[in-house]
């Protein structure tokens, strides 16, 4: 029997690195594929492509299998930034990362993968992917063994046809482990910083980058009450809990803690802000989420204990689904939740396996 084709997503980064090493160990027959998914602006002050570029080609030569870069820039552009730029406008707080993975990393990328005579795809992501046990021929998303790096929170998006081309090799690693495996192997990028943010905007000023694409429209900041007490930029650089970068100075009559992004008035162009962490407009006790996907097309029960989380690096909170439709779903927290944003995704939890989710479209409080 021939071995199975595996075609790696390699970045240039220790994760997907590792993912490739462990796969030629246990037997596949590995191929890495690089992906060019920004031009724009692609300079080596703020993306480092061509680096990474350069340190993939490295490792697949040290690791020893072939590897090809295939530029998904019109892809993404496409599919992820056009998006990115309309949800900001309206007020909203996006996250790209979900949607590259949906329509690049697990569609675009896959795709091609397939074209080049893959069986299966495999990237760095910490996460895990399972036949459903109870399910034949479905397939779980699963959380990672390391608690602090599990990434199924941006894969909730993906379906069954993907997830049964997938592998998720350092699904059972902690992310230390995985640095040990690189420096054992004598890979380059052992010690490797990973990679944050988007390459698009990179550690460039988020104001200055999203200005190319959206006008500025200043405007007020004001409290609940309706009081005067700065001036913002434009609404979509802000985001609900947001603390740094307000600029603005204590009132005489402030309580002297620190201020919060609290709401956005789209039509009135006005930013809403507050005082103190715990203020009652930054916590609510639930949320409307629409554009919804459920990962075994199970749509998840009514008054059965979940957990969700309403962005990364959040811990799980015990809910509820209150109300699901087709095109919208409720969801009740056992405690309040902070800064519940639209825009970003709400994900669904049961134990360890990953339902899949929504957009946010609104808080309530």
Known sequence: ?????????????VDSSVTALLLKQQGYEVTGLFMKNWEDDDTDEYC?????????????????????AVNFSAEYKD???ANFLSEYKAGHTPNPDILCNAEIKFKAFLDHAMEMGADLIATGHYAQVRENPIQAGKFQLLKAEDGSKDQSYFLHRLNQAQLSKTL??????????????A?????INAD???????????ERPFQEFLARYLPREPGEMQTPAGKVVGQHEGLMYYTLGQRQGLKIGGAKDSNGEPWFVAAKDMEK??????????????LSDGLKAGQLHWICREEPKKNWVYAAKTRYRQPDAPCE??????????????QKQWAVTPGQSAVVYESNVCLGGGIINSAIY
Request: some cysteine.
């Open 168 to 181: 998720f090799p350092l699904g059972t690693y902690l992310k230390r482990e995985v640095r040990e495996i």
């Open 79 to 81: 599919r992820v930034f």
């Open 48 to 68: 480092s492509s061509k680096q990474d570029l350069i340190d993939a080609v490295s490792i697949a030569d040290k690791i020893g299998i072939d590897i090809e």
């Open 183 to 187: 420096r054992q192997a004598g890979l």
């Open 269 to 282: 162009n006005i930013l809403t802000v507050v005082q103190g962490h715990e203020h009652p407009l930054l």
């Open 192 to 202: 490797k910083k990973d990679s944050t943010g988007i390459c698009f905007i990179g």
């Open 321 to 334: 689904i209150d109300a699901l439709t087709a095109d919208e779903v409720i969801i009740k927290f056992g």
């Open 1 to 13: 029997m021939s071995k199975k084709r595996v075609v790696v997503g390699l970045s240039g980064g």
